[in-house]
């Protein structure tokens, strides 16, 4: 965990009623996709929050004041690559260790936490005055590697505890329901193939069969 400044208790009493008020389906745009590929091999599926340019956006996308982000996926056997892992915002791609430094650490406080089956970070602006511009959205580009195989999905949060954006005026959206693509984001692990003998040993192989067989021929002559 990493804290940077302390929040007064007004912001905070604020934030916390706002993110459990419920509030109205959301105009913006959550997608999640899906990747493919053997045990062991880095699995990268996307979750997207995008305007939907025919309507208004529920929050100000250009002011954001709080970013909780959360992914869970329980008890599934994969493990995050954080450093692997990337966050594109207004055309620009950043690592995650560079989207906290783009978030102004001299004006917010950052707390990130990863384990065994979950990885989040909130971001607070804590004077409600360097608000982030996130015009247009954002796009996670996440980093998976399957210790065995199967499909598994990638959630953003419980709806209690929710990933979520506040803007300025305290306006919240929620975005661990996917409203489209393939659902939430979601990973497929493969068996890695059974390799194959090399053509020397096949050749060994074949020649003990042979030689076992003419033994035997000679033991019934």
């Not at 001299?106 to 004077?127: C, M």
């Amino acid at each position: 965990m990493n804290s940077k400044s302390a929040l007064p208790a007004a912001f905070l009493l604020a934030l916390a009623t706002s993110l459990y008020i419920p509030v109205a389906q959301a105009t913006l745009i959550v997608s999640g996709t899906s990747d493919s590929g053997l045990v062991g091999e880095h699995l990268q599926p996307t979750l997207t929050v995008s305007s939907d340019e025919a309507s208004p956006d529920e929050v100000d996308l250009g002011h954001i004041s709080a970013w909780d982000f959360k992914l869970d996926w329980g008890a599934a056997p994969l493990s995050l690559n954080v450093a692997g892992s990337s966050m594109t915002i207004g055309g620009n791609t950043y690592a995650l260790s560079d989207l906290f430094n783009l978030l102004d650490p001299t004006a917010t406080e950052v707390l990130e936490t990863s384990g065994a089956g979950f990885y989040t970070f909130s971001w607070f602006d804590s004077d409600v005055s360097g608000a982030f511009d996130m015009t247009g959205g954002f796009a996670f580009t996440a980093d998976f590697v399957a210790s065995t195989p199967g499909t598994y999905a990638i959630t953003f949060g419980p709806q209690s505890v929710a990933s979520s954006l506040l803007d300025e005026q305290f306006l919240q959206f929620d975005y661990a329901e996917v409203s489209q693509g393939q659902g939430a984001m979601q990973v497929t692990a493969r068996p890695q193939p059974t390799p194959a003998p090399e053509p020397d040993v096949l050749a060994l192989v074949v020649g003990g069969f042979a030689a076992l067989g003419f033994a035997r021929r000679r033991r019934g002559t």
